[in-house]
């Protein structure tokens, strides 16, 4: 006799990563593939599918936030309509906005702005050249997706 499954509840503003999610065209599950399930939803689990890190909660970001997103696999970009995100590449989205990720991105960092005073100062290294670069205060800083803190 069979596993008893508990339904899985995805209230407004939840997600849940589904992995080798079942299709009702193959009537079977598709291994390696990954799904993301937004609610409100109620759902149990076929056999074979898994949960990948539980219920969670979107992610909201304020003004002064932003996240790093890497793309596993092509992907929709996450702000621009028609516009795709190559596998391999990295995307910055700064907030305030709600954020539930694609199936294909992976959120690699969060980020949030560095307030200089007039006497402070960070170095910021451009990671595509190399490059390295003096930012002095007063301001508020904001790391690029092609970019880094460097310490000296």
Do not use: C, Y
Not at 125 to 150: C, I, M
């Amino acid at each position: 006799m069979g596993e008893i499954q508990k339904k899985i509840r995805l209230f407004d503003g939840q997600w849940a990563l589904v992995l080798n999610p079942f299709t009702l065209e193959s009537k079977d599950i598709v291994e390696g593939e990954r799904e993301i399930r937004v609610g409100p939803a109620v759902f149990s689990l076929h056999p074979g599918e898994l949960l990948d890190g539980g219920v969670r909660a979107e992610i909201v970001l304020d003004d002064d936030q932003g996240l790093l997103l890497r793309a596993r696999k092509d992907a929709p970009h996450p702000t621009e309509e028609d516009k795709i995100v190559t596998a391999g590449t990295e995307v910055l989205i700064r907030g305030p906005r709600r954020f539930i990720p694609h199936k294909d991105v992976v959120i690699a960092e969060k980020r949030s702005s560095i307030s200089l005073s007039e006497d402070e100062g960070v170095f910021i290294q451009n990671d595509d050249s190399g490059v390295v670069e003096l930012v002095r205060g007063p301001k508020d800083v904001f790391v690029e997706h092609n970019e880094s803190l460097w310490n000296k």
